[in-house]
């Protein structure tokens, strides 16, 4: 496997290579290329020394800006030059997704290939097909289905499928009622089913009030209620919201679990959530967010994070901004306090960007009680139209590191016709 | 019966079910979303119902303004719903800077000058993912649910 992941970054990071090489393209109408070649250095938790290159391109083709067909590439891929072990067997690149897309009247879209499908529920990679479209003024549809991405790396993709859909009912713009299926199997046995219901609602006074519940066929149990209202008063924007979560419903879903989650799959336990963020645009120059979440369990104690944070443009090339937050669990390991400053600079020929991370616990962890990060970012945009050059560096003393300088370089460039 | 049969019988109903759907769909009209957002915008987060009805013309704008609740994380109850809205303004890429099974760097590394943005697990979060984890692993969950996507996980917690 490592020498295919090797061949997937070597293509990616070749074809990224020619992009530049290449130049604008001379017929290209409907054209949107994107590439970030980053490098970094980096000494690991092992002691291994990391040097490796990345290249993640986008591309799109075909018709962007109107109904046909279009196509869609993204991925990634690396190469260490120190060629340690810091990366193990790590895949060295992806084809995050790769697909050809057709649209027509009716809000109708066909996507073929690899893709992602965020939809009622769904949060999956998929080989395969879905398709979108309004069936009448009141009804639209997703159906989806091919192979999973996810669980290819448990015992190889032969029968695995993943398939599932949505049924949307909606009312112009008072209301969209969805129905949700997924079905994912693993090697021919079911790993995920789920149902899922969703909603949102537009209430007067600009008052909105959405949420969804997924019930898990394969563990016979709710799995998740997510539920949150927007509303507008006084110039700010408050948001209300109630999430409750069953581990086992929620996590327990066969070999594609991942890792951290099979210990919770396997307990009784139920999260619920409460909390509201507000946003206060209104505050003089000066931007303000409040939040709070409150989580309550039936087998833990509760735990609360309350913050506050800023965004003040001191002047028009110049943002400062930060956040005080504090986490308040139920025992000393589970508290900390959060202190954020940032600043964002811009200049005649590109930026500037400083940010600082200050994590202080109440309990230690691996005997130290703080985590502070900084780190300090320039870009140059420079005389060829969008060639960006960024340089950053960081540097880290938390429980993990003593004390760390990372370094980090950027070349992206952007090209649309 | 062998696993394959039923899945050759589920594809089978699953396109012709989408057949029939799609053929309902070339045989009305309805409110039409434009392929791409027809005024370049200016920098910055847009508040949509800035400039649209903020519950008209059938999209309820409002539920896509970017505000910071929106960015933290309000955006997954639009976008699961009305995906279509955001392919407006946003290549599936931009979702997959966040959401994606395997993208290796997470976004503020990828990222660095991007300090104004909400990019989560700034700084040291191994250490903070602990605590966030403990707390809440429902939102860890949606990112690093599966075994693709927890890769970066497996050092510690195993497979």
């Given at each position: 496997m490592p020498k295919r992941w090797g061949a997937t970054a070597l293509a990616f990071t070749a074809l990224g290579a020619f992009v530049f090489a290449a130049g604008p393209p001379a017929r290209a109408a409907?054209?949107?290329?994107?590439?970030?070649?980053?490098?970094?250095?980096?000494?690991?938790?092992?002691?291994?020394?990391?040097?490796?290159?990345?290249?993640?391109?986008?591309?799109?083709?075909?018709?962007?800006?109107?109904?046909?067909?279009?196509?869609?590439?993204?991925?990634?891929?690396?190469?260490?030059?120190?060629?340690?072990?810091?990366?193990?067997?790590?895949?060295?690149?992806?084809?995050?997704?790769?697909?050809?897309?057709?649209?027509?009247?009716?809000?109708?879209?066909?996507r073929l290939g690899r893709?992602?499908?965020?939809?009622?529920?769904?949060?999956?990679?998929?080989?395969?097909?879905?398709?979108d479209a309004d069936v009448s003024p009141l009804f639209s549809f997703t159906a989806y289905g091919g192979v999973p991405v996810a669980v290819e790396e448990v015992?190889?993709?032969?029968?695995?499928?993943?398939?599932?859909?949505?049924?949307?009912?909606?009312?112009?713009?008072?209301?969209?009622?969805?129905?949700?299926?997924?079905?994912?199997?693993?090697?021919?046995?079911?790993?995920?089913?789920f149902v899922g219901l969703d909603g949102s609602v537009s209430l007067p006074a600009g008052i909105g009030v959405s949420g969804r519940s997924l019930y898990s066929l394969a563990t016979d149990g709710w799995a998740e209620h997510a539920y949150e209202a927007d509303v507008p008063a006084w110039g700010t924007r408050i948001r209300p919201f109630f999430q409750q979560v069953s581990y086992e419903d929620r996590?327990?879903?066969?070999?594609?679990?991942?890792?951290?989650?099979?210990?919770?799959?396997?307990?009784?336990?139920?999260?619920?959530?409460?909390?509201?963020?507000?946003?206060?645009?209104?505050?003089?120059?000066?931007?303000?967010?409040?939040?709070?979440?409150?989580?309550?369990?039936?087998?833990?104690?509760?735990?609360?994070?309350?913050?506050?944070?800023?965004?003040?443009?001191?002047?028009?090339?110049?943002?400062?901004?930060?956040?005080?937050?504090?986490?308040?669990?139920?025992?000393?390991?589970?508290?900390?306090?959060?202190?954020?400053?940032?600043?964002?600079w811009e200049l005649p020929f590109g930026y500037a960007t400083a940010d600082a991370v200050y994590a202080r616990y109440d309990e230690d962890v691996?005997?130290?009680?703080?985590?502070?990060?900084?780190?300090?970012?320039?870009?140059?945009?420079t005389p060829v139209e969008n060639l960006l050059v960024e340089v950053n560096a960081d540097y880290g003393s938390d429980p993990y590191f003593d004390s760390n300088l990372r370094a980090f370089a950027a070349v992206r460039y952007v090209y649309d016709r | 019966m062998t696993p394959k049969r039923p899945l050759f019988w589920s594809g089978l109903a699953a396109v012709a079910v989408a057949a029939v759907l799609v053929g309902c769909a070339a045989l009305h009209s309805s409110y039409e979303l434009p392929a791409a957002h027809p005024d370049?915008?200016?920098?910055?987060?847009?508040?949509?119902?800035?400039?649209?009805?903020?519950?008209?013309?059938?999209?309820?704008?409002?539920?896509?303004?970017?505000?910071?609740?929106?960015?933290?994380?309000?955006?997954?109850?639009?976008?699961?719903?009305?995906?279509?809205?955001?392919?407006?303004?946003?290549?599936?890429?931009?979702?997959?800077?966040?959401h994606a099974d395997a993208v290796e760097l997470k976004p503020s590394t990828r990222d660095p000058g991007g300090t104004?943005?909400?990019?989560?697990?700034?700084?040291?979060?191994?250490?903070?993912?602990?605590?966030d984890g403990r707390v809440d692993p429902a939102p860890c969950f949606r990112c690093h649910g599966n075994p693709k996507a927890s890769a970066s996980c497996r050092p510690c917690h195993g497979r």
């Amino acid at each position: 496997m490592p020498k295919r992941w090797g061949a997937t970054a070597l293509a990616f990071t070749a074809l990224g290579a020619f992009v530049f090489a290449a130049g604008p393209p001379a017929r290209a109408a409907g054209v949107h290329l994107a590439s970030s070649t980053l490098v970094r250095a980096f000494e690991d938790r092992d002691g291994n020394r990391a040097t490796p290159v990345y290249e993640y391109l986008q591309a799109d083709l075909g018709e962007l800006d109107d109904r046909g067909v279009s196509v869609h590439l993204y991925g990634w891929g690396r190469l260490d030059l120190a060629d340690d072990d810091a990366f193990g067997d790590r895949a060295a690149g992806e084809a995050v997704y790769a697909y050809a897309q057709y649209t027509a009247g009716n809000n109708l879209m066909v996507r073929l290939g690899r893709q992602y499908v965020f939809q009622g529920g769904a949060n999956e990679s998929l080989d395969g097909v879905r398709v979108d479209a309004d069936v009448s003024p009141l009804f639209s549809f997703t159906a989806y289905g091919g192979v999973p991405v996810a669980v290819e790396e448990v015992d190889g993709r032969s029968g695995d499928t993943l398939w599932g859909g949505r049924f949307g009912h909606h009312s112009g713009d008072r209301y969209d009622l969805g129905l949700s299926y997924k079905h994912l199997a693993n090697d021919g046995s079911r790993d995920d089913e789920f149902v899922g219901l969703d909603g949102s609602v537009s209430l007067p006074a600009g008052i909105g009030v959405s949420g969804r519940s997924l019930y898990s066929l394969a563990t016979d149990g709710w799995a998740e209620h997510a539920y949150e209202a927007d509303v507008p008063a006084w110039g700010t924007r408050i948001r209300p919201f109630f999430q409750q979560v069953s581990y086992e419903d929620r996590f327990d879903t066969g070999e594609n679990t991942g890792g951290p989650f099979r210990a919770l799959a396997g307990s009784d336990e139920r999260s619920t959530t409460l909390g509201a963020d507000w946003w206060i645009p209104a505050a003089g120059p000066v931007d303000v967010t409040v939040r709070l979440h409150h989580n309550r369990y039936d087998e833990r104690s509760s735990a609360t994070y309350a913050a506050g944070s800023v965004r003040w443009p001191v002047a028009k090339a110049l943002d400062l901004g930060g956040e005080l937050g504090r986490m308040n669990g139920g025992d000393d390991r589970d508290r900390y306090t959060l202190l954020r400053l940032f600043a964002y600079w811009e200049l005649p020929f590109g930026y500037a960007t400083a940010d600082a991370v200050y994590a202080r616990y109440d309990e230690d962890v691996f005997g130290e009680d703080a985590s502070l990060f900084l780190s300090a970012t320039g870009g140059w945009r420079t005389p060829v139209e969008n060639l960006l050059v960024e340089v950053n560096a960081d540097y880290g003393s938390d429980p993990y590191f003593d004390s760390n300088l990372r370094a980090f370089a950027a070349v992206r460039y952007v090209y649309d016709r | 019966m062998t696993p394959k049969r039923p899945l050759f019988w589920s594809g089978l109903a699953a396109v012709a079910v989408a057949a029939v759907l799609v053929g309902c769909a070339a045989l009305h009209s309805s409110y039409e979303l434009p392929a791409a957002h027809p005024d370049e915008l200016e920098p910055g987060p847009p508040v949509c119902s800035d400039c649209h009805e903020p519950d008209g013309g059938g999209v309820v704008y409002a539920r896509f303004d970017h505000t910071p609740a929106f960015a933290a994380g309000a955006h997954r109850l639009a976008a699961g719903q009305r995906e279509a809205v955001c392919s407006l303004c946003h290549q599936p890429s931009m979702c997959n800077g966040c959401h994606a099974d395997a993208v290796e760097l997470k976004p503020s590394t990828r990222d660095p000058g991007g300090t104004r943005r909400a990019y989560p697990h700034r700084g040291d979060y191994l250490t903070r993912h602990r605590i966030d984890g403990r707390v809440d692993p429902a939102p860890c969950f949606r990112c690093h649910g599966n075994p693709k996507a927890s890769a970066s996980c497996r050092p510690c917690h195993g497979r």
